[in-house]
Nanobody
Framework: VQLQASGGGLVQAGGSLRLSCAAS????????AAWFRQAPGKEREFVAH????????DYADAVKGRFTISRDNAKKMVYLQMNSLKPEDTGVYYC????????????????WGQGTQVTVSS
């Protein structure tokens, strides 16, 4: 499975962005998919995940109510709609797939995209 993230950019606080992650590979639709982010000088942190079957979702407390993760298995796409963005949301956002174990730990994921930069100005 190969993942390609896109959609990042520069936005003012309070604005919105939608990130996209395009996947290749026949097994993608059977994997949990997730978004993580990494701010400069900080560790990569969990943002949201979505399971492959029922599409159950989970979010980090910092983004609950503002971000929405979704997926389209037919198109092999995962999305992250980000609303009411804050400067602390700034970072490189990575999509990931194939969780083994905890779905909120980056070490659980076997496949990663290259990341897309999100910068929120105050």
């Amino acid at each position: 499975v190969q993942l390609q993230a896109s959609g990042g950019g520069l936005v003012q606080a309070g604005g919105s962005l939608r990130l996209s992650c395009a996947a290749s590979g026949r097994s993608f639709s059977s994997y949990t998919a997730a978004w993580f982010r990494q701010a400069p000088g900080k560790e990569r942190e969990f943002v949201a995940h979505i399971t492959w079957g029922a599409g159950s979702t989970d979010y980090a407390d910092a983004v609950k109510g503002r971000f929405t993760i979704s997926r389209d298995n037919a198109k092999k796409m995962v999305y992250l709609q980000m609303n009411s963005l804050k400067p602390e949301d700034t970072g490189v956002y990575y999509c990931a797939a194939q969780a083994v174990g905890s779905k909120t730990r980056s070490a659980s994921y076997g496949y990663w995209g290259q990341g897309t930069q999100v910068t929120v100005s105050s």
